[in-house]
């Protein structure tokens, strides 16, 4: 009989995942075996190396963790924060692990960290560090094309992952496949159109299918659709901006938004832009002349009226102390980790639905997967068929308009004839990956009652896939 209490949480994130983990478990029916293998990480590596700095020199500690093998390459972005540790490395990877298997990306999960605080660092100094951390990871092939890939987390964006796969270029000479050893790069280093902005721009995707669903929207006693939802963030980064930027795009509304230094919020709307605009300006996101009320405590933010919540700057934002006071009835996990386990079994109980992380912010790893793909084929999408597809309209077009007698604007023809850019491709790779999935998790909640949220849900479409990728290896019955 399965038990609706998820284990509280004693040590940490990593047992925090666990606990998500066995909680979904026990509505698969593996082996305790194969579960425990797929559970584990397979490969943890710490390191430390020095670096010289204007005043001297410093130890920096770094980690790579590989959750699962069971596909390759392995995947996940390396964080740069000063809070990073081993724990929270494990927890991340093991969670790129569910994360791919669930939107259907064939690798396994990793995740990367190093322990500084990068605005404490001179660009040298930013840039030694991470070339010498990708030397380690290549002395003990912890990187490659086939065997882990990298990409952008919290603190690192497109001039780190350039950085990287310099690196491993120069020290991997005439590896035709080099570049594919690290994605999120820039487009000028085969980099892919749309990576960037992808994971929120997926977070807004996702957050647009479930509000689309008018039974679940009824039963929380919100309206179905987007339009006009009041909505907060919290972080203004690379996932933080996009998701705002996106769901603004989609017609909901953005109150709130909450960074470190604060929160600021207006009823009637914030714009995103303008906030980032002062935000460069001034340093803070307080003193925005649209905004009716500020907080300098920036967790104040997350409870003002909402419909939806965002949370998109770091783990265990949610947790049993200001869950009560969370307002949303629906929380899109943008970063990974925000809302604790018990925190989440606490907004479910009354009456909120949690949009999870390993599935609301996979728009990132899949349009990775697109770049990694993209590095592999050394060709970039759309280049073969563009103008075929587009000859092809314009004949048809022609026909049709001869048979009908009738033409069409010049609007009208240059849009039907259009062939797709690698863009707009990617756009539809993305938005088709994060509905399908959608429902994909949806429909296990569904079949069983007794799976009370879709995170449990994810798990376990997530713990299947992988279950049957470890019994096609012919080790487990
Ligand atoms: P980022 O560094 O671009 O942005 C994070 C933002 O959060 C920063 O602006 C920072 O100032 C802000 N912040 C930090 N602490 C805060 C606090 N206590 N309150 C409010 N704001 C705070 O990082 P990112 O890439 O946007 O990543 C954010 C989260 O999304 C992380 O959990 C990350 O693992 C997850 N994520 C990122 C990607 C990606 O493609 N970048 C993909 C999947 C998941």
């Known amino acids: 009989m399965a038990d609706n209490k998820i284990a509280p949480n004693a040590n940490g994130f990593f047992d925090d995942v666990c606990a998500f983990f066995d909680h979904a478990a026990q509505f698969t029916n593996h082996s305790p075996g194969l579960l425990d293998q797929i559970k584990a990480c397979n490969s943890v590596y710490h390191f430390q190396f020095p670096i010289r700095k204007q005043n001297g020199v410093e130890v920096i500690h770094a980690w790579r963790v590989e959750h699962s093998q069971h596909m390759s390459p392995t995947k996940g972005g390396i964080r740069y924060s000063e809070m990073v540790n081993q724990d929270e490395v494990m927890a991340l990877a093991a969670l790129m692990t569910y994360k791919c298997a669930i939107v259907n990306v064939p690798f396994g999960g990793a995740k990367g960290g190093i322990k500084i605080n990068p605005k404490n660092y001179s660009l040298t100094e930013l840039e030694n560090i991470t070339r010498r951390y990708t030397v380690e990871l290549i002395k003990k092939n912890f990187i490659g094309p086939a065997i882990d890939v990298p990409a952008p987390d919290y603190g690192s964006g497109e001039r780190e992952m350039s950085w990287i796969a310099d690196t491993y270029n120069t020290m991997n000479p005439g590896q035709l496949d080099a570049l594919g050893c690290v994605t999120g790069k820039p487009l000028a280093l085969h ?159 009354k009456g909120g639905i949690i949009i999870p992380d390993m599935y609301c912010n996979a728009g990132g790893v899949t349009v990775s997967y697109f770049e990694w793909l993209k590095n592999l084929y050394h060709v970039a999408f759309g280049r073969m068929d563009k103008r075929y597809e587009e000859t092809s309209n314009r004949n048809l077009i022609s026909m049709i308009e001869k048979m009908t007698g009738t033409d069409l604007t010049p609007e009208q023809r240059s849009m039907v004839i259009k062939g797709p850019t690698e863009l707009e491709l990617v756009n539809s790779g993305l938005e088709e990956t994060m509905i399908r999935s959608y429902h994909e998790i949806r429909e296990i909640k569904l079949r069983n009652s007794k799976i009370e949220d879709l995170r449990t849900a994810a798990f376990v479409g997530s713990i299947d896939k992988i279950a049957i990728s470890y019994m096609n290896l012919g080790i487990w019955p």
Do not use: W
């Open 191 to 349: 980099g892919i159109a749309g990576r960037k902005e992808a994971t929120g721009r997926g977070v807004a995707i996702a957050t647009r299918e479930c509000l689309n669903v008018a039974e679940d929207m009824h039963a929380i006693g919100l309206s179905p659709g987007l339009a006009g939802k009041r909505v907060i963030v919290q972080g203004l980064g690379n996932v933080g901006y996009h998701s705002a930027k996106y769901l603004a795009e989609f017609g909901a509304s953005i109150v709130g938004i909450c960074e470190y230094e604060g929160a600021i919020y207006n009823p009637d709307g914030l714009d995103v832009e303008e906030v980032v605009k002062h935000r460069k300006e001034t340093g803070s996101i307080l003193g925005f002349q649209g905004a009716k009320e500020e907080f300098k405590v920036s967790a104040i933010g997350l409870e003002q009226d909402c419909d939806i919540l965002v949370p998109a700057a770091l783990e265990n934002q949610i947790t049993l102390h200001n869950v009560d006071r969370i307002k949303a009835k629906v929380i899109a996990e943008g970063a990974n980790g925000p809302t604790s386990p018990e925190a989440g079994e606490a907004f479910t109980r």
